[in-house]
């Protein structure tokens, strides 16, 4: 036996066809491996993962008179390209009868002869189904699966008969989400029911609502994807570990019948997912005003581990009510209050002359209360400062239109009009001959020489600045009891004309020189002056030195 078994296979080596030469890529497409298929089940959901350009194929076969099938193919998160191919035989394929000669099904079908044709193609990411009639004839039948842009999973049903899938929910015939309710920071949707919740109720379908910032997702696999990156790009190193197909845990709904919702912290991914029972009306909150949100609804089938996503839609939330805003004419000092409490602040505008469009904004804050003013312009932020009870300058140019936004801490003391609240003023100069900010001076403080001082006269100095600029001496006899402050927000519009008793101009190049002085006369002896000082400018709020109290001698 051995000698003829030897005989045999020599005379197949000589009289048999040549092996291909040659790597198995050169191959033609249509030629079927030894293992290259999966036979694919029948009322099974297969999962397949499929690898960037590499072809997967499924098979299963039909017998002569078998009713129609139905196959169902459902993209995670990228798209895919599929197609099914059928080969028809007039009778069932022989059994290979050399000896030794083992095949696959696949190849035995393959190989032999039969008509062969395209039943039907697709591309894209969304599931696709395909209805197969009943056949006259034994058929085989080739699915072919590839992902062109990057490795995927995707999930593959046969089932036996055509219409709906049983594996998988039934949308409604409108399977449209609507906006029943749009406001500033929330959301409603509703959609109508679908029949596989309406036949068996919660116990084994509920809706998931989905809220995102940036498109709408045809499956909860790519909702599952996107998180998983979204959480690996959050975590740093940490790789996320892979979940099972189709097992997310977020819409695993409680037997309780309650609603169950995780948000994910993110600013990027900006992702809300809750679900809702078998309720169809649910109001989306704690969105952001004046923003555009993508909303999907999925309805799931808690036994088979499947869902169906209806028809996504979005909505642009409604903006914060706008402030009033105040215009500021040029030159024009304005006194505001600005009111703390949660109160959205005090807004003015104004608009600069000149093609170079500068502007010289000086604030000042008079009373109790942290007080900050922003610069903006067509929701650029240009400048941004906290005031104090000194002149605060800014100086901004470029742009055709400043807005000031003033808004304050927790309210502090009682203000204008006895309000509560924090009084600020304000004055906006074009100033379109400047190019930075005017100088102030270095020090705010007045300074009297005892040796210089008489029964009817006092000397104060000051320092001033390189610019030249006016400088005017106000006097005030102080009472009995009477303080020595007249208020650093007190200016010069405030006081009499008969307290003026001195302006004259000064300048100096030299800021170490820069200081000025000034004799008063026509005082009674041993009285108490209160004695201030204004720096005035064309452009700007007055800038009031300190107050200074001093008396004059008794006897000369």
Known sequence: MAVYAHCYLILALLCGPVWPVGPPALLSENEVPLRPSVLLSRGKLTPIRLPKDQLRRLYFTLQKGSPAFSVAVSPCDVPIEWSL???????????PLHWGEKKSMAEVWWRSSGAEKLLHTYKGNAMDTYSIPPHTQASFYILKLRSVEQDTRISVYLQDGGGSLEAFPQLPPDPRIRIVGLGMTSVTLSWSPSPSALG?????????????????YKSMCAVQEAMRKEKMKMGGKQK???????????????KSGQRSSSPLQSESLAVLHVCTGTETVYTVSELSPDTQYYFDVFVVDQLNGTSVAYTGTFAHTHQEPRPPVQPLGEGELRWVTVRGGGRPGEHLSFRPRGWQQSALLTLQKCGAG?????????????ASQELSEEVTQIWVQGKPTYVIHLETAPPGGPAV?????????????????????????ASLQIKSFNKLRSCHSVTLAWLGTEERSLYCVYRHKLEQGEGGDTGRCIGPESRSDVEKV???YFQELNPRRAVTTATIGGL?????????????RPWGIPVKYLSKVVRTRREC
């Open 200 to 216: 068996h109720g919660q116990q084994r379908y509920h809706y998931c609502v989905l809220a995102n910032r940036r498109h709408n």
């Open 240 to 254: 996320a570990a892979p979940r099972p197909f189709l097992k997310q845990e977020w819409w695993n709904f409680p």
């Open 417 to 441: 009009s006895g309000q509560w609240g924090t009084a600020v003023k304000i004055q906006a100069s074009s100033a379109y001959h400047r190019q930075a900010a005017p100088l102030l001076p």
């Open 524 to 536: 009674e002896p041993g009285m108490a002056y209160l004695f201030d000082v204004y720096l005035m």
């Open 370 to 382: 942290k007080v900050r003013a922003t610069i903006t312009s067509k929701a650029d932020q240009l």
């Open 85 to 95: 191919t059928v080969r028809m035989l007039q009778s069932k394929p022989a059994t």
């Open 502 to 504: 001195l302006c004259k």
